[in-house]
């Protein structure tokens, strides 16, 4: 076994090279023959590499699909998140459970199948959804899982369960090219009028800077949530010397978010080309996808589009007969929300552990490998292409002053019409509304959990960065919801995927948490209220990245436009608090780094 393990690693290193930035894709290799990274696969890699075992150690602890014990020859990991629960996953949860005879976080005595929870795999639209040795399960329901484990226990591959029942497998709707089309609403970006290289072809006729000059005359705004100015955030890093390199964040890891799936599956091309003309405007030759583990199944399909271009001459040398060189490369993480946060990401692409980077500097100064790095969504760069191809005041003329362009909106949730749509910036909360079906809508949850649980009394705004900002995702909940168990279960989501780095935030939400289980017990007090109120005051202002900062929002947000929901479940008696902020720190302790503790000889957990 030792042997075989020894030949494993060292063909991935004869594969990939020994630089650390590797190390990620040789951790992946383990857990995908062994089913587990224990202490003796770490000493071996550091042999290998001449990694210390302790960095070593340090990285595989963080990452959520890392496992120290035996995750079972076939690892299933079910979606916990709120839309998956608002589809039934509580009756797929206890079907799972029956079928295998075990619970969750758990693997069978003779070790074939484990079962553990994780969070949103990008699947809303098709829930509730499961990933099963990496490869995803949507649409699920009692009868499909008792036959998918029927099959699995009887010995039949997965990829021969996929092909079978309707809307199984994302790969199947990929090929036969139904997958969830983005639903257009007037003009739009997203259509069949893309013709492959044409947007490079007229970028490669312009120089760096007329490129980034056109950007900046376009007004396209970064499309993760910030909002950033794509073209001075390419000025920014063209300005600095070094290796430049171009990263598109695919880590979507937001709850209620998979606009990037879709991308990936029905236009990975024009991201590809956005991404070529972002190198040539800044001069890099080298860019990098950083796919989410949870879509590691895409891995081979994007492979192949990348070797179509490169076969096109739109990568590679000489492109399009130019003297411009330029390649991108796909980087898989494994399993942490955190690595959304643009300088984590760079250090999971480095091979580390995926904790943000205190700033300054910014990534377009020092970012991967220490060099100028821009890295934008994949929608960002999906509408460079379109940029490049109709025209700078085309796109200025769309949507609103501040916001120009289009917008891609992942709604789910009590809707008729689940999925991917394109509108316009500036369509109203109403408006988007009408067009995915929703009826007696009582609230949304807009941008995800880190983004803002609204009243009727929005509907009337209008979605844009000028007024209601949003990263795309809209989670609508009808009359019949109960709202305050889902903020509930979007602070659950936080506890487990804060990286443990800073106090505010690593305790922080666990102590939000632990009082809004309180109040939902109704033994919560105005003394809680303020409690929470406190805290999350102090998370805004102290914690050192975005997810402290803005993990607090789904209570603070429903608090302030849901009040009487609390002042309902609020006890008339007096109950004294039993948990308390030093309670919080030690709590909150055993979350980190997703309570895998891969003890070293000499080390302590």
């Known amino acids: 076994m030792a042997e075989d393990l020894e030949k494993t690693i060292k063909k991935v290193i ?12 040789i951790l992946w290799s383990v857990q995908r023959s062994e089913r ?9 890699i550091s042999k290998l590499t001449g990694i210390s075992t302790l960095d070593i150690e340090a990285t595989a602890s963080f990452y959520h699909f890392f496992t120290e014990e035996h995750a079972g020859d076939i690892t299933i990991h079910l979606n916990d998140s709120g839309t998956s629960y608002l589809a039934g996953a509580t009756e797929v949860e206890n079907a799972f459970k ?152 695919i880590d979507e890891g937001e709850p209620g978010t998979f606009k990037d799936r879709i991308l990936l599956t029905q236009y990975p091309q024009q991201i590809f080309e956005g991404m070529t003309i972002a190198a040539l405007a800044i001069g890099a030759e080298r860019g990098i996808i950083y796919l989410r583990a949870e879509y590691k199944y895409l891995k081979n399909y994007l492979e192949n589009c990348l070797e179509e271009m490169r076969k096109a001459n739109l990568l590679g040398e000489k492109i399009q007969s130019s003297s411009f060189n330029f390649d ?22 480095e091979g580390k552990r995926g904790e943000p980077r205190n700033r300054p500097p910014f990534p377009v100064e020092k970012g991967f490998l220490g060099n100028p790095t821009v890295v934008n969504n994949p929608e960002t760069f999906a509408a460079v292409t379109s940029i490049f191809r109709e025209g700078a005041d085309w796109f200025a003329a769309l949507g609103t002053k501040e916001s120009t362009g289009t917008k891609l909106f992942s709604i789910s949730g009590d809707c008729e019409r689940p999925g991917v749509y394109e509108f316009q910036f500036g369509i109203t909360v109403e408006e988007v509304l009408k067009e995915v079906g929703a009826k007696n809508t009582f609230a949304i949850q807009i941008g995800g959990p880190s ?39 979007y602070m659950d989501f936080f506890v487990e995927e804060s990286c443990g780095f800073c106090i505010p935030c690593r305790a922080g939400n666990v102590l939000l948490q632990k009082t809004l289980t309180k109040i939902l017990d109704k033994k919560g007090t105005k003394q809680d209220i303020e ?75």
């Open 328 to 349: 991108i490369s796909i980087k898989i993480g494994a399993g942490a929300y955190i690595c959304g946060e643009e300088s984590a990401l760079i250090e999971s692409a």
């Open 451 to 489: 983004g803002k649980l609204i009243s009727q009394k929005f509907f009337s705004r209008k979605i844009c960065f000028e007024d209601l900002p949003t990263g795309g995702a809209l989670t609508i909940f009808d009359n019949h919801r109960d709202l305050l168990k889902m903020v509930k279960l």
């Open 98 to 249: 029956r079928e295998l005879g075990i619970k969750f976080g758990e693997v069978t005595q003779d070790q074939r199948f484990g079962l553990f929870f994780t969070s949103c795999i990008g699947m809303c639209d098709q829930e509730p959804a499961a990933l099963i040795n990496d490869v995803v399960f949507t649409n699920l329901t009692d009868s499909k899982i008792a036959s998918i484990i029927s099959q699995l226990k009887s010995g039949i591959a997965i990829e021969k369960i996929i092909g079978e029942g309707e809307g199984n497998n994302a790969l199947e709707l990929i090929k036969s090219e139904i997958s969830n089309n983005i639903r257009n609403s007037g003009e739009v970006f997203f259509n069949d009028k893309y013709v492959k290289g044409e947007a490079l072809k007229n970028a490669l006729t312009k120089s760096g800077d007329e490129i980034i000059a056109e950007v900046k005359s376009s007004g396209l705004r970064g499309r993760g949530g910030a909002g950033f100015s794509a073209g001075l955030k390419w000025e920014f890093c063209k300005k600095n010397i070094g290796d430049h390199y171009v990263i598109a964040n």
């Open 531 to 605: 409690l929470l109120q406190e805290c999350s005051s102090v998370m805004k202002i102290a914690s050192r990245c975005g997810l402290g900062l803005s993990s607090s929002n789904p209570v603070t947000s429903s608090f302030e436009n849901f009040p009487e929901i609390y002042d309902n479940l609020l006890s008339k008696e007096s109950f004294v608090s039993t948990f308390d902020m030093s309670q919080a720190v030690a709590e909150s302790c055993k979350y980190v780094n997703r309570e895998n503790t891969f003890n070293q000889e000499g080390s302590h957990e």
């Open 14 to 25: 004869l594969d990939t090279r020994v630089e650390r930035e590797h190390l990620l894709e």
């Open 36 to 44: 587990k990274i224990d202490h003796n696969a770490i000493k071996l």
